[in-house]
Each structure stands twice: as C-alpha cells, then as structure tokens.
C-alpha cells in the first residue's frame, strides 16, 4: 500500500530534550516536505526536499533540522524543543512537479512540550 | 507572493443540506488550487484539484469547485452533504515553480448535523 508513514504519533517531552520525528514514504517520491498545524493558522511549512541532499527553509524553519541521505526518509529533529513548538506535525511527499501534483500526507505526530 | 483566505472557520450545516465552502486566493503567478480534507485524527488527502482547462472541477465524495479568475475565488460544493463529511477542510494553492510550495489556507470546519 502506498502511503507515508511518521513515528511516533504521539509524544510528550520535556523542554530541551532532543527529539525525532521519523517520516518514511514508500512511493518513490523526490519532494517531501514537514508542515506543523496550529489553531486558526492553518498549515505552515517547515522545510522541504526537492531530492536527495537537497533541503531547504520553508516558512517556520527556526528551531527544526531536517536531513535526507536516502530518497525515502525525511526525519524532522528537534535538538533542543520548546513549549511553542507543542502542536501537530506533518510530512508529506509527492513526485518532483510538486506544484502540480497531489501531495501525500502522513497520518501525523502530536507533539507536547513542556 | 501567493496567499489564500478561507473565511469561514467553521460551518454547520444539517445532513441532506447543500453547502458551499468559500476560498479565495491571490498570486502573481498562473495557478494551482487545491482542495484537501481532514477527517478526525487523520491526515490530509486530495479532494480535488485545478490544473486547467474546465473551471468546474469534480472530486470525490460529491464534492465540486469552481475556479473563478475574475473573482479569484475557488469555492467548494457538495449538494447534499452526510454526517461522514464532517471534517476540516484547506483550500491550497501553488504555481511558483521556484519554490514547489503549496500555501494552505487557515480551514474549514464542516460539522454536518442530524
């Protein structure tokens, strides 16, 4: 089954401890991307990969690492959380014309930090 | 830059009753609309999409919209709605090729009554 799968779903930390969002896609996608909702904004995008190796800043980058060594794998990293990073996160991807194309979402991480 | 305003927070509605979700955008570039839905503790998947061509747009579940480039807006339609489409739904919008962002409108709470 095609989909994009993210662990955990659900995490409570405390601030500044260090932390992992994994995201995993299994449709061979070049574009992935880590948005976070919050109440009454929406969704904003965090950082995005057009491919391998290739990540850049999306709206609300400050606080979030990303890498991608393999096509598959975008994890989002946390090195040291904050209260105001406390809401719903998630990735998604889609093939390389992604202004075109539907992007595929993953089921979603909540995250609390306090 | 491209933006995209949803105006409705919420929208309740009774079961077998039409419904129109409002989206109106703006951008400087040829564009792309989308429409995605939320159900409870998922993630986001496509409704419908605007590439080009006909400006009325078919999706699934019933769900129609109309790209109107004078008014700049791309509203949704379902002529009956059901309990199960109680949901949240975001109107999107993309086209920068620069970026491959899509812009995501602050959504829709559709809650369908008995």
């Known amino acids: 089954e095609a989909q994009v799968t993210q662990n955990p779903r659900y995490l409570i930390t405390v601030t500044g401890k260090k932390l992992t969002v994994t995201c995993s896609q299994n449709?061979?996608?070049?574009?992935m991307s880590w948005y976070r909702q919050d109440p009454g904004l929406g969704l904003r995008q965090i950082y995005y990969?057009?491919?391998?190796?290739?990540?850049d800043k999306g709206d609300v980058p400050e606080g979030y690492k990303v890498s991608r060594k393999e096509k598959r794998n975008f994890p989002l990293i946390l090195e040291s959380p904050s209260p105001n990073q406390t809401s719903l996160y998630f990735c998604?991807?889609?093939?390389?014309?992604?202004?075109?194309?539907?992007?595929?979402f993953g089921p979603g991480t909540r995250l609390t930090v306090l | 830059a491209q933006s995209v305003t949803q105006l409705d927070s919420q929208v309740p509605v009774f079961e077998e009753a039409p419904v129109e979700l409002r989206c109106n955008y703006s951008?400087?570039?040829?564009?792309?609309l989308f429409w995605y839905v939320q159900y409870p503790n998922q993630g986001l998947q496509l409704l419908l999409k605007?590439?080009?061509?006909?400006?009325l747009v078919k999706g699934i579940n019933g769900f129609e919209a109309e790209f109107n480039k004078s008014q700049t807006s791309f509203h949704l339609r379902k002529p009956s709605v059901h309990i199960s489409d109680t949901a949240e739904y975001f109107c999107?919008?993309?086209?920068?090729?620069?970026?491959?962002?899509?812009?995501f409108g602050t959504g829709t709470r559709l809650q369908v009554f008995p």
């Open positions: 951008s400087s570039v040829s564009v792309y």
């Open positions: 449709m061979n996608h070049e574009y």
């Open positions: 605007y590439l080009s061509g006909s400006t």
């Open positions: 998604a991807s889609s093939p390389p014309l992604a202004v075109r194309d539907e992007q595929f």
């Open positions: 999107a919008v993309s086209g920068d090729v620069n970026t491959d962002k899509l812009i």
């Open positions: 990969s057009m491919n391998v190796e290739v990540t």
